[in-house]
Each structure stands twice: as C-alpha cells, then as structure tokens.
C-alpha cells in the first residue's frame, strides 16, 4: 500500500515512518523542514519531498505523482505559546493546511486519512479525568483550536466524499529523538539541560500533572488505526496516569545520580492545572493499551540520549517495535 506522511522527518512521524517501512508500506513524506523536522531522521527507503503542506500548487503536485491510499498527517506547528503570540500562523499552518490535504487528496482515490490531534491540553480543568472521548471539547488555546477545527473539516470530508477519517488524540508524547527547542515536551528540555550540566527549571509549583505516553506505542496506535478498517472517528492514545512535573524531574534525576537540583520560576502563563485522558474506547474498540510505563521510558530516552553520542544510528528500535506490534496485530 502507498502510504504518505506529512511531517515525517519530525519526532513522532520519523518514528512512524520507519516503522511503516519496515512493515513492507510504499512509504512518501512531506516535510517543509521548517518546524523541527531534519532530512536526516527520514528512513532511506522512504521518499522525502521538501514542500510545505499550505502550498495548494506544490501538494497536488505531489499527490498526483504518487498518488497514495492513505495519509498520515502529522505536519504542523505545536508550539503552544507561538500559538498564543500569533493565532493567524497557527490556522494557517494546522487547520488551512490540513483542509488544502484533505481538498487535494480526494481527487486522487484516497481512502483513508488520519490525523495526529492533541489530547493533552484540549479539554480543560474542568473535565472529569480520566478525560474520555465523549466530553465536550471546548478548548481556549489556539493550538487545541485549530486541531480542533481541522478534526471538524475532516469530518466534513468524510461524510462527503466517503473518505475513513481517524483522528488521534496523544496525551503527552515522549521518546528518543524529541527536539527540545521546536517541539513540545518537558521530558526533552529537562533532559537537555541535565546533559549539559544545567538544574531543569520547572514553571510554578511543579504540581502540575500530565498523562505521558511513550512514542513507540503512540506508532502502534496510529498504524493500529490503518489496518483495522473498523477504526473511525476520534481516538485517545494515552497511559490513562497523571505525573506531576516534579515527578519527571525526580524519575529523571534518579538517571544521574541524584546531581540535580530543581529550580522554580514563576510560569509565564495560565498553564493548564491537570490532564489525563481514557484510553478506554482504543482499548475496548481495537485492542490497544501502552506497553510502556514511564520509568521505563524515561530510562531508554536517557540511555539513547548517551548512546547517541557514539552510535550513528539507533538499530534496535525495529526490533523493540516489531516485539510490540506482534502483541495488537
């Protein structure tokens, strides 16, 4: 099957292309470099057109050459806080270039269209967590907003033009590879500074909980959601357990010895008090549950982190994947 991925050479969707590839999928990426994404994380087998998702000229272009039968798109901003300086760029790089996808694609057969949401942030304090799919979701931060509308657009696609349409919906991603200037993740940016030598700065009391989920399970969920043509609508991928900042500061401090020391600043901004969502629908609908826990995770993002510096490449990931696709699929 001819498979495309938007945003391939990114964190999550480098992952999810070597793991398409290695499953045998006829694998196509587009990536405008632009947000963190770097030609050197695409798989070799996979073909890389640098083109960016809003250039209506330049996505036809491509569809029509290779004319896939399902699309992964995972392209986008995902900088909360750019979000809230400049809402404008925020649409047009999530929900008008999701819409120039969708509008092109369905001129070229496709079949199926998935679409790497948010879940974290999207429902608020107020929700009762765990957070399943069935609440409402009223999000007041530009980010969730124009994920949101992009569902929406989908959906519209999709009973129009008889296009399956999957949603995803991650709680906190983490992993091996996560860029901790242009992409979201507090994991990341601690880890970067305690491999520098640097004590992390955690924003306010360090209270604030998250619901973390490991990127490999994140791929199963979103090639999961491929294979099984019953698969439709919104999903959430998440551990369904909140760690609290000063948590994943401990966990990851434990790697080093206890060196570290925390730093408190206040938060620049109204942060979000809790999140944790259900995964309860993936799990009863496909089979899907995390195989991950996050001490777990945690200890291979920091191993990785030092194996980087002598080992060019990070063989053993297909094998860890395959081991946990065999367990759904």
């Not at 029509?64 to 986008?76: D, K, N, T, V, Y």
């Not at 969920?221 to 439709?232: D, G, N, P, T």
């Amino acid at each position: 099957m001819k498979v495309l991925v938007t945003g391939g050479a990114g964190f999550v969707g480098s992952h999810l292309v070597e793991a398409l590839v290695e499953r045998g999928y006829d694998v196509s990426v587009i990536d405008s470099l632009k947000h963190g994404g770097k030609r050197k994380n695409v798989h070799k087998d996979a073909r890389l057109f640098v083109a960016d998702v809003t250039d209506h000229k330049a996505v036809r272009r491509i569809l029509s050459q290779i004319r896939p039968e399902a699309i992964f798109h995972l392209a986008g901003q995902i900088n909360v806080r750019r979000s809230i300086d400049n809402p404008l760029y925020d649409h047009q790089v999530n929900t008008w270039a999701t819409i120039n996808l969708a509008e092109t694609a369905k001129d070229y057969s496709l079949r199926t269209f998935i679409y790497a949401s948010t879940g974290g942030v999207m429902y608020g304090d107020e929700a009762p967590r765990p957070t399943d799919e069935t609440f409402p979701a009223l999000p007041t931060i530009p980010y969730c907003i124009s994920k949101l509308s992009a569902e929406n657009y989908l959906r519209f696609f999709s009973e129009t033009h008889g296009i399956r349409f999957v949603a995803l919906r991650p709680s906190n991603i983490y992993g091996p590879g996560q860029n901790p200037h242009g992409e979201a993740g507090v994991i990341a940016i601690f880890l970067e500074k305690m491999l520098r030598g640097d004590n992390p700065i955690i924003y306010g009391d360090g209270e604030q909980t998250r619901d973390f989920v490991y990127v490999e399970d994140v791929v199963c969920a979103f090639i999961l959601v491929l294979e099984r043509q019953s698969a439709y609508g919104i999903y959430h991928v998440s551990c369904e357990c909140e760690i609290s900042v000063n948590q994943v500061f401990h966990e990851l401090n434990s790697q080093f010895e206890n060196r570290f020391e925390k730093k408190h600043i206040p938060a620049p901004w109204k942060e979000q008090r809790g999140s944790c969502l259900s995964h309860q629908k993936i799990r009863n609908e496909l089979g899907w549950e995390p195989k991950v826990p996050i001490e777990e995770g945690i200890a291979r993002v920091v191993k990785n982190s030092f194996e980087e510096k002598t080992v060019p490449k990070k063989a053993p990931r297909l094998a860890r994947l395959h081991h946990i696709f065999s367990s759904f699929l």
